[in-house]
């Protein structure tokens, strides 16, 4: 039998578990040899202090069973519905503040027609609060179109009814019912303007990362820009921030390649733009060309991202031209 310390460290690695055995088969044992033993007048007590001891060994093994249950099958709670009008090879990707969420997709096509419905259920290990942000990103599937971030407001009849998101490509927002709630109109940001106003935004050191053992690949970064996840796209562009005027080369570069693609693009110009006290001057007279060339993209989205990083940072005047050299007449 275990001695006192011994009894100590089980309860506190095991729990009710431990408690449950000590009181199976040392408490029962000791009350019963206590009854057994009592003098007559004492039997009384030894009854009750007996009938005590069985119904802490029930509620033991209830509170047992409970948590064996709990680690076991833990509960689960859903919000569950459809997103509709979407077509061709637009893609939804869903976040939320809480990191044991998961969103199920089931993609069902109208028809042979190019448009589908996504069926979803978002599957959490508690009940999110009402007003709890969701948001909701739709990625064109177009290399030259940004993403756009759509922020939905938790509220507790969305755990006792369907949620059908209908998209309005017309005017590009996204329309909430739910039962016999009012329907709720829900406005769109492009991807650069939904990073600064993120739902889990990251940690204050993110803003100084340490690599412990080898300089970041900030080229490999930059080339996160072109993935056609838009969440590893916003990642780049965080890890770009962080880095500050050391990625001033690699995005010097990018800008200054006109054969780089329109995310590329975009996601340089934006984390310049997201860049608080950085010096500009590193920049080369190619790669402010090319942002004043972003000005007039056809995309409202780089338009807008370049005129933004030339209203704050202007570019340099042209350098002055070279005197000119009289040349000196030759006599014969």
């Known amino acids: ?66 948590a064996w249950y709990q680690n076991n099958f833990p509960k689960e709670f859903d919000i569950a519905g459809q997103l509709q009008g979407l077509q061709g090879s637009e893609t939804i990707y869903v976040e939320t503040s809480s990191p044991d969420s998961a969103l199920y997709l089931n993609k069902q096509y109208l028809g042979r027609s190019s448009r589908f419905t996504y069926h979803w259920r978002l599957v959490s290990q508690k009940r999110l609060p009402d007003g709890e942000a969701i948001r909701i990103m739709l990625d064109p599937g177009n290399e030259n179109q940004p993403a756009w971030s759509y922020t939905l407001k938790v509220q ?47 940690p204050s050191f993110w803003h100084a990362v340490v690599y412990a053992q080898s300089r970041p690949n900030i080229r490999q970064i930059v080339m996160g820009l072109e993935s056609n996840d838009p969440i590893m796209r916003r990642n780049a562009r965080y890890d770009l921030v962080a880095q500050g005027a050391a990625a001033l080369p690699a995005l010097n570069q990018l ?78």
């Not at 408490?27 to 802490?56: C, F, H, M, N, Q």
């Not at 969305?158 to 329309?175: E, F, N, Q, S």
């Open 1 to 66: 039998m275990p001695d006192a310390e011994n009894w100590i460290k089980l309860l506190y690695t095991y729990g009710p578990f431990a408690l449950l055995v000590f009181f199976l088969f040392v408490g029962e044992a000791k009350a019963r040899s206590a009854v057994k033993d009592a003098i007559p007048e004492a039997k009384r007590e030894g009854l009750v202090i007996y009938a005590l001891t069985w119904a802490a060994i029930f509620g033991l093994l209830i509170v047992a069973v409970s």
């Open 156 to 202: 507790s009849d969305y755990y006792a009814r369907p949620v059908t998101v209908l998209y309005d490509r017309g005017v590009g927002h996204m329309k909430v019912s739910c039962g016999t709630r009012p329907q709720e109109e829900l406005t769109g940001l492009p991807e650069t303007e939904a990073t600064a106003a993120a739902i889990s935004p990251r």
């Open 255 to 332: 800008l200054s390649d006109p054969g780089s693609s329109y995310r590329l693009r975009l996601g340089g110009i934006s984390a310049l733009n997201q860049m608080k006290g950085v010096d500009m001057k590193p920049l080369s007279p190619a790669a402010f060309v090319a942002v004043q060339k972003a000005t007039s993209d056809p995309d409202v989205v780089l338009r807008t991202e370049a005129g933004k990083f030339l209203a704050a940072h202007p570019p340099p005047p042209p350098p002055p031209p070279a005197p000119a050299t009289r040349a000196r007449a030759v006599k014969r």
